[in-house]
């Protein structure tokens, strides 16, 4: 179970990692996630967003409390340690009146924070949480995600919550609880009162909320094609209540097509601009840290390249897959965002015509390298479908193309012309 939690973590955490079949997992704002919680009758604590400082003062002024926490709404976990580029420090601040509200959201919204998770260009925030302050007696760990293991979904609970769950379950494995739930008829009742009583819910009454929210979460996750939901705390209140503290979810991409309403949420301004720009035209790209550009189609054969290049003692720039039905024009995209990338020394092109025909690949290249006065070396890789028709037109260009047959070949040319 511990490789489920690291699942969840993982697609909790907004930074984007390579997966082989490119799926991205929308993650909305905190703000966003507590109205979904308590549209399905989960309780938090009470939470308005504002997004200018003034809007901060004013939710202040009537929330009806001035025992507040203010926080940064930012797509990243470890809010509270990080700091903004302007120097102020610490993402989530105690306020008790609308004058520090407003203040402190004037630190925080239009300036970037900076967290172990954002790399250090950080987030921008453009809007901040007031909450209600309710004091845990005890806090807990609860997440709904698909598990490997049991080919299906299942509850994953801890009564060590408020901390790391990855390193509760390394040192004390019996500390997590994992239930498993059938698809179709979720959680039932009794199996989640058991679930809140071996958790240790003290009353009768907490027992009963703690179940009711296990079933309502699992109806969130069914019901919205989430991937994961994360509560890190669930609370049991000194005043004898449970409420979700704070809330991660991630949503399928696969289903976007019928949740509209979620994807509605989506806050481009907390992903990677050129991953955005990709998007737009059906690229699959996703930034890394490397000199040598890939343009591959397949994300197979993408990761394929990615490995071979690291073989010859090469880092990869970015992970970018055109698709099967990539035009020069899409082609010729690709480029732009290969070189909108300084640190890319070199360009290796690795495609294997099936579906894509390799003359509309060579199309492509042949039109970008006029267009764009590319400057790097390119080592272009043409196999399959128009394979010869492709060759023959980089032939006729006169451009300098170094082309390969083997993939070896092609990733040693391209580590090799990238060091220069």
Do not use: W
């Not at 040192?171 to 809140?196: E, M, V, W, Y």
């Not at 309502?216 to 705390?233: C, G, H, S």
């Not at 509605?264 to 992903?271: F, G, K, M, T």
């Amino acid at each position: 179970m511990l490789r489920s939690l690291r699942q969840a973590r993982s697609l909790a955490r907004s930074a984007q990692t390579v997966s082989a079949g490119q799926k991205r997992n929308l993650s909305i704002h905190e703000y966003q996630s507590v109205k979904l919680l308590n549209d399905y009758g989960i309780a938090t604590p009470k939470s308005i967003a504002a997004k200018s400082p003034e809007e901060a003062y004013d939710v202040a002024k009537n929330f009806g409390t001035d025992k507040l926490v203010i926080k940064a709404q930012v797509l990243a976990g470890g809010r509270g340690k990080g700091h903004f580029d302007n120097g102020f420090k610490g993402g989530v601040h105690l306020v008790d009146t609308p004058e520090q509200a407003q203040d402190i959201a004037g630190k925080m919204i239009g300036s970037k924070l900076i967290t172990k998770q954002t790399g250090e260009k950080g987030r921008i925030c453009n809007a901040v949480m007031l909450a209600e302050r309710r004091d845990p007696s005890h806090e807990y760990y609860v997440a709904v995600l698909n598990d490997r293991a049991t080919a299906g979904p299942v509850l994953v609970a801890s009564a060590q919550g408020g901390m790391n769950i990855e390193e509760v379950a390394a040192k004390d494995p019996s500390a997590i609880i994992t239930t498993p739930i059938d698809f179709q008829k979720g959680l039932d009742k009794q199996t989640a009162l058991d679930l809140a009583k071996k958790l240790g819910f003290k009353t009768e009454q907490t027992q009963k909320e703690a179940a009711d929210t296990f079933i309502n979460l699992y109806k969130i996750f069914k019901d919205k094609d989430a991937t994961q939901i994360e509560i890190n705390p669930m609370a049991e209140t000194q005043d004898g209540h449970v409420l979700c503290m704070d809330a991660k979810f991630g949503f399928d991409d696969n289903a976007e097509f019928r949740q509209a309403e979620v994807y509605s949420l989506r806050d481009i301004s907390q992903e990677d601009p050129v991953e955005v720009e990709a998007q737009k035209h059906n690229l699959n790209f996703i930034k890394l840290d490397g000199n040598i550009g890939c343009l591959v189609n397949g994300a197979g054969l993408a990761m394929a390249t990615m490995d071979v290049l690291k073989l010859h003692g090469g880092d990869p720039a970015n992970f970018l897959d055109v698709g099967g039905g990539a035009t020069p024009e899409t082609v010729k995209k690709a480029f732009e965002l290969l070189l909108a990338d300084k640190a890319v020394s070199s360009i290796l092109l690795n495609v294997f015509g099936g579906i894509m025909r390799c003359d509309y690949i060579a199309e492509g290249v042949i039109k970008a390298t006029k267009e764009l006065q590319l400057r790097v070396p390119l080592i272009v890789r043409l196999k399959g479908n128009k394979e010869a028709e492709a060759k023959e037109l980089i032939r006729q260009s006169g451009l300098k193309i170094y082309a390969f047959d083997g993939l070896d070949e092609a990733a040693a040319k391209a580590v090799e012309l990238g060091r220069k």
